[in-house]
């Protein structure tokens, strides 16, 4: 039996029946009550929820970075005095980044994990290299000298942007150009609160090198954000490879029944 409108040749068809494997690229279609990987599920139906062991597993890990955030700053400050530096106000600012993105999934009723875009993570990574590279590259700072401020926390913070969570490859290209909203935060009431008066005396307004300082600081700042944004889409595709395999998956063969033929 010829199918309506079929030529000579050409495989038995009906208007809206799904095409054979081999045509037109193989496109995928779905049968009711088939899903493939990757399609959404019929309407109405809610998000599926994070695995448990993910999400104990991520929350354990924000508890350590919060740890090592809040140690290193009361390593610094003895919760008493000593408020006034970008490392300490960064290790604060980190420790409450994180215990929010620690209770988020309890907001998503455990359907995610992390939020779906990844600029506050982005932001608070950046603040932190800022903090490692101004103390050891510019301010001669030793190992010794608040490891936890200064190396730990922006070292666990920069593997949590490499290594965990996804929504990294999500950023988009004008994220770096916003991360510097932090340390612009600080610079603000660096100023204002005179605190370069006992502080940071390379930041100085009354030195004649403050301009090409604040200048090469932002830049160095947005340079940061494009290496990240840059690792994050390495760290997406990556994970997107591993996921589909070697080969995209096909879809399964569609036979027609013994009549249509």
Not at 146 to 161: L, M, Y
Not at 186 to 215: Q, S
């Amino acid at each position: 039996m010829t199918a309506y409108g079929a030529g000579p040749g050409q495989p038995n068809q009906y208007p809206g029946q799904p095409q054979y494997p081999g045509q037109q690229n193989q496109q995928q279609y779905r049968y009711p009550g088939q899903q493939y990987p990757g399609q959404p599920g019929p309407p109405g139906q809610p998000p599926g929820r994070v695995n448990p062991a993910v999400l104990v597993g991520v929350s354990l890990w924000r508890i350590a970075i919060i740890a090592c955030a809040l140690y290193g700053f009361s390593d610094a400050t003895g919760w008493e005095a000593n408020f006034e530096g970008l490392s300490q106000q960064a290790s604060l600012a980190t420790a409450i980044v994180y215990l929010v993105l620690l209770i988020y999934p309890v907001f998503t009723g455990g359907r995610r994990h992390e939020p779906a875009s990844p600029w506050l993570r982005g932001a608070t990574t950046v603040m932190l290299l800022l903090v490692a590279g101004t103390f050891f590259g510019i301010m001669g700072g030793g190992l010794e000298d608040q490891p936890f401020e200064h190396i730990v926390t922006p070292a666990i913070v920069f593997v949590d942007w490499l290594f965990v969570g996804r929504n990294q490859a999500a950023a988009k290209w004008w994220h770096p150009l916003t991360w510097i909203a932090f340390p612009l935060a600080y610079f603000v009431y660096f100023l204002t609160a005179g605190v370069y008066e006992i502080l940071y005396d390379f930041l100085n307004p009354d030195n004649d090198e403050f301009a090409m300082m604040v200048v090469g600081l932002l830049g160095g700042v947005i340079i940061l954000g494009y290496l990240l944004f840059g690792l994050g889409r390495i760290k997406g595709a990556v994970s997107a490879q591993r996921q589909s395999g070697p080969y995209p998956p096909q879809p399964s063969a569609y036979t027609a029944p013994e009549w249509t033929r």
